[in-house]
Each structure stands twice: as structure tokens, then as C-alpha cells.
């Protein structure tokens, strides 16, 4: 094996010290975005900057675990129960056409899931969506993220 290319402090993080998702602890905002679904297992927060409209992440929040293979069988399947939870209040409120489900950890090694809804509309049906970094997307208006998250969290209560 050669040289390292990934980022140092990613080591550190996949170790649990310093990881950014459990420095801030269980929060209902942050500069990401806002908590809708605060599940047993995993909370779901509407990102401010989305790839499409009601994108969100879902984030273990039990302790830190960098592979969703390290999580318990009653861990993983709590987890995945949140998810579901989360893609069905985006189902009921934007109405895509489709979710797709991504579990990457390659910027941050903590176990999460990219909820990314697709539209009939979208620039790449049948593929995944072109990635685009965080600093490339368009915020959404504090009203306008507000309103999207007052409807997830009704749609959640209700």
C-alpha cells in the first residue's frame, strides 16, 4: 500500500475522536439542518443546502459506529426502522418518484444515510444525481426551510 491520500483527521474520526456528527450531540438545528424525525436509533434532518428538494440525512446517534457491520443486530435494524420512518414523511410531503438511499462515510466515518429524493423532472433519471459539494448548492430561504420542516415534523406527528 502506498502513501495515504485520504485527509488525516479521517482516521481520527473513523476512531471516534474529534468525529464532527457526535461532537454536536443530539441537536434539533445546526448549520446543516433541522431535526423532523428524532427516532430510537437514528435522527433525520432536512439539509439547508439540498441536492434536491426534501434531502435529508439520517444519522446514528447511539454512539459513534464508522460502519453500519459494527452496529448491533438490534442497532441495525432500529437504524434502518428510522430511516424507513424518514423516507416515508419525505414520501408524504414532496412526493418524489423515488428516494435513493446512500451510506457513504467518506467525508465523515460516522454511520449515515443521504436520503436523496428524485423527481420525473430530475437531470438524471435512471443514474444517481451528479454529485455537487456543499459549497456548490443553493441554500434554501430561512422561510422557505422552515415551512419544509414544519411539514415534516407534521407529517410526523400526525
Known sequence: MGDRTWPPQWFDWREGDGCPMCAGGRVDEDEW??????????DASLQRRPQAPGYTVVKFHRRHVADPIDLTDEELAGFWADVRTAGSLIRAVFEPCH????????????????????????????????????TELTPLTPDEFQRQVEQLRTAAAG
Request: no cysteine; glycine share 14%.
Open 33 to 42: 439542518g433541522a431535526r423532523f424525525h428524532a427516532g430510537e436509533f437514528g
Open 99 to 134: 428516494l435513493n438511499y446512500q451510506l457513504l462515510g467518506n467525508a465523515v466515518p460516522h454511520t449515515h444515510v443521504h436520503l436523496v429524493p428524485r423527481y420525473d423532472d430530475d437531470t438524471a433519471p435512471g443514474g444517481p444525481l451528479p454529485f455537487r459539494p456543499e
